[in-house]
């Protein structure tokens, strides 16, 4: 067990940093295991701190010399701490040479400068530079980078870096080298270098006004073919960005680079995108709708970074989602203004509902709760939360219903005409948007400094007589760590009334019929004339607030809505709450013994959607998928995983027997013959033919078994093999030959070699036992997150009546790799801990095994910052 108390960061103690970086000269001499750079800082003191005390950061890295306006310090000039070099009482000018070496080959952790089969790669959000040379590595402190790259040409032909390419040439030892320059300041986190052997697919491409840029897209050799729908979706974010919001490429070039070995998705260091290759790397053989779809959003999320996050950037990192939520609700406007029609926004709207649900409302719940901008933390890489992220742009839509689409144009354009090259607050967001609207968003501050999800209870009266129609909203926050109580939010509540016949209601003289309820205190009244018949009320249309909300319908009034709601995204709500509520009783019955029934109402009502060839077969998908197991989970007091995956089982089986008719048909109607496209309509044609497949393979014959099977061996892209694959493996079929089969075709390509392990791992049958086999498996290993993440992550999080078995093997399990992995990396480590967080919401008997797991992890000596503050809240009561 650690000893020593890591540090707590609190956002109450910023101060601003006692020097500012004017400029920063870096150079490489690049060698795997023993990297020199030389790093010349031209510093000069903060006129608002009083501080004259120099603060370096520096993690695992070996100083050899560092000179101080010429001259070369001795060890009694400054200190040097585990992680910090301070040069106490400095000048008011200062230029420091700091000559530093570091091993690139060595360093698991993939943050700061590693090495990924053999080429150089960097990560230096949030806090990885630091781990390259020592630097005041904070994100208000911003300078203009040049950077000299220096290694063997025939071993690292490219050298790449932040900015545009100004020299470059051949040196007389077998090496070369390349000077970049970024003409933006811009924060060390925002740094990057590639030293490699890739290939790339480039083009000229003309701005709106007229200036030519160069876009590359680098891989290894042997990708170049999957590079292709990168290209466009860049190509198709730099036009939107102009035409939405009038923000253009600034560089002369924006490069995207593909790495197999990266912790996070992708990182937007300006100019030089470093990307998983799971986001770059597409084709019809080996990525299916899903990937096409994540590629899209992704490269536009880190290319529109280029403005909200590189040129207005964090002031700290408790600001992180002043970037990222921004930036996340940019690249979901993108992604819906793409596929270009109402329906596809609303499926692409549907995502998000059921990503908050599943992740997000999970987390507001649990022991890790914090609010969208955190108050404290012991690592920052913890943060990286589907709070700070969805949350964050759940937060940013919010602004835009408020305010309306005019306005909040107006508040993004005064955002960035105030804070260009500035390091910025929330604060100073939500300013710029009440200044911009004129409207007073004080309150609406709530919703960054308080924890959880709030839940909003709505009652309803009508009187015929006179034609009234009364709404009562209240809200309420349930507590979380270090807040016990809340204040109310300001919350938009989309409002609307559905008459007898399905159509809309008029709400006021000028005939709307979708309002803005603006609910502010604990309780209000909203009160509609002219009413003219009993409604069925649509509320929190488009899913306008991160909220609970609990409303008595009757399953009357649900399955009117699930038919008629012109909302589509509360037509698909309403099919969520029935299907919620039976999944909850067929639970319980299946916890006391009893038998389990369907009542066949809600049958009827999926059978009629199915039937409805006016609806696209992407929102039909959408609305025929059940609540997973674990947001079933999340409405249950004392969770029982074995209980809610046998009760789901059997609502797919039975709807599977009834409807096996229809599905065949929507089988049929929806295959997509011919040249594969990823466009949207294509996609849902597939989604809704493979999601007949996967519930007609919850009851299977042998009819089914062969549409399978012959799916599975005639199909001409990966969307369609893997569906086939993923439904016979559910079967319980002996796909023993299949598996085989795929994964001979698919030898060297990882990220299909990910899949082939996840699909196994997410199957009801794969318990630890054949989890641990497949770790066995000669393509497994530990050390490349997307391989870690496809098979332990898949079991521990996809897998949970596996996961939860009764014995507690599957605890014993996570509780081994999780320190496995923190001494090799630990960010991926902290979240596959994660997966443990909220225990005491288990069966008793199953948190016994569960708190014996967490301790053990506690106890492990040399356990990281990350994973400790992870199980060390989850302990805590």
């Not at 003309?206 to 290894?220: A, D, F, H, I, P």
Request: glycine share 6%; aromatic share 10%.
């Amino acid at each position: 067990m650690r000893t020593d108390s890591p540090q707590t960061i609190f956002r109450k103690d910023y101060t601003p940093p006692s020097y500012l970086v004017e400029t920063v000269e870096l150079g490489f001499d690049l060698d795997p295991a023993r990297t020199i750079v030389a790093n010349r800082v031209t510093m000069r003191h903060n006129p608002d701190s009083k501080n004259r005390d120099i603060v370096l950061h520096g993690e695992d890295i070996e100083l050899v010399a560092i000179r101080m306006n010429g001259t070369e310090l001795n060890p009694g000039q400054y200190i040097l701490g585990a992680t910090t070099l301070t040069i106490k009482g400095a000048p008011l000018n200062v230029v420091l040479e700091i000559e530093t070496l570091c091993a690139p080959q060595d360093n698991t952790t993939l943050s700061g400068l590693y090495v990924s089969n053999g080429s150089f790669y960097t990560q230096c959000e949030a806090e990885g530079f630091r781990r390259i040379t020592y630097f005041p590595d904070r994100p208000d402190v911003m300078a203009v980078y040049t950077v000299m790259l220096r290694a063997d040409k025939e071993k690292y032909p490219v050298l790449l870096s932040n900015g545009n390419l100004v020299e470059e040439g051949t040196l007389p030892d077998g090496r070369h080298y390349a000077k970049w320059e970024d003409p933006f300041k811009k924060p060390s986190y925002l740094f990057a270098l590639v030293a490699a052997r890739l290939v790339c697919q480039e083009e000229r491409y003309t701005l709106k006004s007229g200036r030519e840029v160069l876009l590359q897209v680098w891989v290894e050799d042997g990708n170049l073919d999957k590079t292709d729908y990168a290209m466009q979706s860049l190509k198709n974010s730099i036009r939107w960005d102009e035409e939405r919001w009038g923000l253009e490429l600034d560089l002369d070039r924006f490069m995207i680079v593909a790495v197999g070995d990266f912790n996070m998705g992708a990182m937007e260091n300006k100019g030089l995108n470093i990307f998983n290759t799971k986001f770059v790397l597409a084709n019809p053989a080996t990525a299916t709708d899903v990937d096409y779809a994540g590629i899209e959003a992704v490269v536009g999320h880190e290319y529109f970074h280029n403005w909200t996050g590189n040129r207005v950037t964090c002031r700290d990192w408790f600001q992180l989602s002043l970037k990222e939520g921004l930036t996340v609700f940019r690249d979901q406007e993108f992604s819906a203004d793409m596929i270009g029609t109402d329906s596809g926004r609303a499926v692409t709207r549907i995502d998000q509902v059921r990503t908050l649900r599943q992740a997000q409302y999970p987390e507001d719940a649990g022991p890790m709760a914090h609010p969208v901008r955190p108050d404290s933390f012991v690592e920052i890489n913890n943060f990286y939360t589907v709070t700070v992220y969805e949350k964050g742009a759940e937060v940013v839509r919010m602004y835009l219903t408020l305010l309306g689409r005019d306005a909040f144009r107006k508040g993004m354009d005064l955002y960035f005409a105030r804070h260009d090259g500035q390091a910025v607050t929330c604060d100073d967001f939500r300013q710029a948007m009440a200044d911009a609207s004129g409207r007073d968003l004080s309150q609406f501050e709530r919703w960054y400094s308080q924890a959880g999800t709030p839940v909003v209870t709505a009652t309803s009266t009508y009187d015929a007589e006179n034609q009234v129609y009364e709404l009562t909203l209240a809200q309420q926050c349930p507590p979380t760590p270090g807040q016990p109580t809340k204040l109310p939010f300001h919350i938009p509540v989309a409002f609307g009334l559905l008459g007898a016949q399905g159509s809309d209601l008029p709400l006021n003289a000028d005939g709307d019929t979708t309002l803005i309820l603006e609910l502010m205190g604990e309780r209000e009244v909203f009160r509609f004339e002219g009413i003219a018949e009993q409604p069925v009320p649509s509320l929190l249309r488009g899913f306008s607030a991160p909220v609970i909300l609990e409303y008595p319908y009757t399953d009357e009034e649900l399955v009117h809505l699930f038919r008629h709601d012109s909302d589509p995204v509360n037509r698909w709500e309403a099919g969520q709450r029935l299907a919620m509520s039976r999944l909850l009783d067929l639970t319980a019955a299946v916890q006391q013994g009893a038998g389990l029934e369907l009542d066949y109402g809600f049958i009827a009502a999926q059978r009629a959607l199915l039937l409805d060839d006016t609806l696209d077969a992407a929102f039909r998908e959408q609305a025929l998928i059940l609540p997973s197991e674990s947001v079933v989970a999340d409405r249950m007091e004392v969770v029982d995983p074995r209980a809610i995956h046998t009760a789901r089982q059997f609502m797919r089986k039975t709807i599977a027997t009834v409807l096996r008719s229809e599905l065949l048909n929507a089988y049929a109607a929806n295959d997509t013959p011919g040249e594969y496209s990823p466009d949207a309509v294509s996609a849902g044609k597939r989604g809704l033919k493979n999601l007949a497949l996967a519930y007609l393979c919850a009851a299977p014959d042998e009819h089914v078994l062969t549409l399978a099977f012959r799916q599975f061996e005639g199909a001409t892209n990966m969307t369609d093999r893997a569906s086939a694959l993923v439904a016979l493996i559910h079967t319980g079929a002996n796909v023993d030959a299949q598996l085989e089969a795929f994964y001979q075709q698919f030898d060297g390509e990882a990220l299909v070699i990910d899949k082939w392990f996840a699909m196994q791992a997410g199957a009801p049958n794969t318990d630890v036992a054949r989890v641990r086999e497949l770790m066995q498996h000669p393509s497994f290993t530990l050390k490349t997150p997307n391989r870690a993440r496809s098979l332990l992550f898949s079991f521990c999080n996809g897998n949970p009546a596996q996961f939860h078995a009764p014995d507690g093997s599957g605890y014993e399990f996570w509780a081994e790799h999780v320190i496995k992995l923190n001494a090799l990396n630990p960010q991926v480590a902290a979240r596959l801990a994660r997966s443990m967080d909220r225990w005491r919401r288990y069966d008793p008997a199953l948190q016994v095994h569960m708190r014996t797991a967490l301790e053990r992890v506690a106890a492990a000596p040399k356990l990281s910052n990350d994973v400790l503050e992870v199980v060390s809240k989850a302990l805590s009561n």
